[in-house]
Structure formats: structure tokens, C-alpha cells
């Protein structure tokens, strides 16, 4: 897959060092058990795009995983529920 040079920076911008979006994203969801998107961006103060992308990130690592559990969002439709992939 490739991935645009600017997608790249971005990514790169937010996940550098200690705690990063990533990091907090991640520490977020084993907190909460159950968090969606929204709700994250909510308590992160971060834009949809990073905080959407974050997840796609974490999940395509095998860090977090669909709980097949929806919630509704502010708009009133269905949100995934993001979990921690049990290790176990």
C-alpha cells in the first residue's frame, strides 16, 4: 500500500517521542475498557483525522481491536466501541 508523503509527515508529527498520539490514544482505550472515536477526540482534544487514523494504526498493529459493541455519537449514529486485543 502506499502511503502519500504528506499522510507520512503527519503521522510522524503526532507520534514522536514520549507520549504520543499514539501512546495516548492506546493508554485512553486500556483506561476506558470500551471508547470510541468520538470520544477520544473528545478527551484528547484532538482532531477527527489523527485520532481516526491513530486507531486504524493501532489496529492494524494488533494493539486494539472492534469490540463488535456500538454506541451512538453525537450525530446519533452507531460508533464503534475500540478495545485493547486480549493477549490471552
Do not use: P
Request: proline share 0%; charged share 30%.
Amino acid at each position: 500500500m502506499l502511503i502519500q508523503q504528506t499522510s507520512r509527515e503527519a503521522y510522524e508529527s503526532v507520534n514522536r517521542g514520549n507520549n504520543s498520539m499514539k501512546d495516548k490514544v492506546y493508554d485512553l482505550i486500556k483506561e476506558s475498557e470500551l471508547l470510541s472515536c468520538e470520544e477520544a477526540e473528545i478527551a484528547l482534544e484532538g482532531k477527527h483525522q489523527s485520532i481516526s487514523a491513530t486507531i486504524r494504526h493501532l489496529v492494524l498493529s494488533g494493539l486494539v481491536e472492534d469490540s463488535l459493541l456500538t454506541t451512538k455519537n453525537s450525530s446519533g449514529r452507531r460508533a464503534i466501541l475500540w478495545q485493547l486485543v486480549d493477549d490471552e
